[in-house]
């Protein structure tokens, strides 16, 4: 009996709450948030190494030499920076924290000073490791640019895999 007291008593009291009359005490306005989305293409390879050989080799900024045939020399600035002279000019890069993820996230700074985020990731894929990185055509790349853009990803992804994959002692470097 004092369940069904109870059940009717909550049930009136919704029923009063849902029919009184409210009053707003601030008018809602509508917000508007401009976002910006670019067209996005996630490059990605597959490589038969552990996933911690592929993060360290990736994140030894050194071993680009050895799958980057547009650096011409590479020098640690200091902790997560590095500075390296490539076909391009000078460009410093700088990693995020130092983790135990397999996140490669770091911003190129361009010899123009155009600063560019790139997400990277090694993921493990079995008992190797999955490659990927997340590109973005962002103003004023062309399309013809942008497809130009991930191809290079593509060709570096491919000489990172076949330099680790050939060369198991690459990966402890």
Known sequence: MRTILVRSTVLALLATACTAPRRELMPIRPTRTE?????????HVSIL?????????VADVNNWKTWAPWVRAVTKAGG???T???????MHLRFVEVNSLGVLDHIVTLASGVSIYNSMRVSANGSGS?????VLQT???????????VQAVRDDFARIKQVLESDPSAARR
């Open 84 to 90: 390296l002279d490539t076909d391009g000019g000078t």
């Open 49 to 57: 190494v552990s996933p911690r050989k592929a993060f360290d080799f």
């Open 139 to 149: 103003p004023p790349a062309t399309s013809a640019q942008f497809e130009q853009d």
């Open 130 to 134: 999955e490659l990927s990185m997340v």
């Open 35 to 43: 976002m910006t989305v670019y067209r996005a293409e996630v490059v």
């Open 80 to 82: 997560r920076d590095w």
